[in-house]
């Protein structure tokens, strides 16, 4: 292949995969769509899904879903905030590590809830709503990225309660914060998981793609 054919090629994949991710993100008018249904209402607890906590610090995509959670708590759209999700790229608990920035923001611990089984997106909605009912929760409402949030409509709707409501950041609201969030300094270290195996190692690529799509579930998790 030629320097340009490998050019045109090159272009080509970049303007497919940014075609695939945007058909597969709901756009900023439908989140704020979204957020307009919920703004008005008082979730008992919102599920956030779990980001790898890696280098000592937080993410893009991991401050923006806290301070989204944040935001909601803040408005009083929910009273409760639920963190899932276990060590699973990196030695750290993803909803722990996210609940100690959470309340590091100002929300109570009182507030705060983790579930930590979660090894996959379709887990964490899963499973957190069946911790959130025992835990005597009615409403209940999934909060996060755009992406995210579509990814697992279909499922949320179908497998796990068509009662949950879909809250997907308003980036434009992100923004518009930006100037006033701050990386708080959080003690993560006793948090450190002894003997951890990153799930690329302890699951094949058909294992990891069966848990995506909620095939690899733990029906008995939280009864």
């Not at 607890?45 to 906590?53: E, H, T, Y």
């Amino acid at each position: 292949m030629s320097f340009e054919n490998r050019k045109i090629y090159a272009i080509g994949v970049t303007v497919f995969l940014g075609i695939l991710l945007t058909s597969c993100s709901f756009s900023s008018k439908t989140s704020k769509n979204y957020y307009e249904k919920s703004k008005d209402k008082e979730y008992d607890i919102v599920v956030v899904p779990g980001v790898p906590f890696e280098n000592g610090q937080w993410s893009r995509i991991m401050k923006a879903r806290i301070y989204w959670s944040k935001y909601l708590y803040d408005k009083g759209i929910a009273r409760n905030i639920m963190y899932s999700g276990s060590a699973v790229y990196s030695p750290y608990s993803e909803a722990e590590i996210m609940a100690l920035y959470a309340n590091a923001l100002g929300i109570p611990q009182e507030n705060i809830y983790i579930e930590n089984k979660a090894e996959h997106s379709t887990e964490n909605i899963y499973y957190s709503f069946k911790k959130a009912k025992k835990l005597g929760f009615e409403s209940v409402a999934l909060a996060s990225d755009p992406f995210q949030t579509k990814m697992l409509k279909g499922f949320t709707e179908k497998i796990v309660s068509s009662e949950i409501d879909l809250i997907p950041i308003v980036f434009d609201t992100i923004r518009a914060m930006e100037s006033v969030m701050i990386d708080p300094e959080i003690e993560y270290h006793h948090l450190y998981v002894d003997e951890f195996i990153p799930l690329t190692e302890r699951e094949s690529f058909r294992e990891r793609f069966r848990g995506t799509r909620g095939l690899s579930i733990d029906t008995l998790a939280y009864n």
